[in-house]
């Protein structure tokens, strides 16, 4: 069974901070990763994904993700967030069947301070 | 943008009754998909839908949950007889065909038992 983990329930960073948020996955077979990002009463939002290739994917709004296959890890950065990156970043994977149904991280809450 | 769209926002159901949660997928979109996020605790995958049948399911999706495409729009999650443990948010999600495609979620369906 896959299972992914969050390191960092809760984050709580002042503007221009630096920003990397863990995530780790357990899966015996080829993943699809994925960030998704749930800004208050907002609807879950894809911010990247990585499928194959390049291990560093780059999403939307800045933010970036570097798969490491031999750490089975899919960390989240950002160089420098903003007072509007304040949101739930959840980490997600699919195993390459059929279904494709996800498995998310517990998620983590960011919070940037002004 | 084409979005997934989630009615009702707030259902409250008295325990025991049925309820019947709605979604509208995205138009071109071929594979289905119900989830869950009791409050506090990680989104929970139930259900997957494709070709007009249940394609994978968890061990949440008991007999007291069913599906349904019951036109060429809407995609529904009935739950049967509610327990107070059913409380959640639910999360209706859609994507096109392609093992890359990811997921695309709705606002959510807040359900509260009583």
């Known amino acids: 069974a896959q299972s992914v983990s969050q390191h960092n329930h809760h984050v709580i960073l002042s503007e221009a901070a630096s920003l990397e948020l863990g995530c780790n996955y357990s899966?015996?077979?080829?993943?699809?990763l994925f960030w998704y990002v749930q800004y208050p009463g907002q609807h879950l939002q894809l911010l990247l994904k990585y499928f194959s290739g390049d291990p560093l994917v780059k999403g939307i709004k800045g933010f970036e993700a570097e798969f490491i296959k031999s750490k089975f890890s899919f960390n989240l950065r950002k160089p420098s967030v903003q007072w509007s990156d304040t949101a739930e970043y959840f980490c997600a994977v699919n195993g390459n069947n059929a279904g494709n149904m996800l498995t998310f991280g517990g998620g983590t809450r960011l919070m940037v301070k002004p | 943008e084409p979005e997934v769209t989630q009615t009702p926002s707030h259902q409250v159901t008295q325990m025991g009754q049925e309820v019947i949660l709605r979604c509208v997928p995205i138009?071109?979109?071929?594979?289905f998909y119900w989830y869950r996020q009791i409050l506090g605790q990680k989104v929970e995958f139930l259900v997957s839908?494709?070709?007009?049948?249940?394609?994978?399911k968890s061990e949440i999706f008991d007999d007291q949950f069913s599906v349904e495409r019951p036109d060429g729009s809407n995609f529904t999650l009935k739950i049967r007889s509610t327990k107070l443990e059913d409380s959640a948010m639910y999360f209706c999600a859609s994507r096109r065909t392609g093992n890359t495609q990811p997921q695309h979620f709705g606002d959510g369906t807040r359900l509260s038992i009583l």
């Open positions: 839908f494709y070709n007009n049948e249940i394609s994978e």
């Open positions: 899966y015996g077979g080829t993943v699809n």
């Open positions: 138009s071109n979109h071929l594979y």
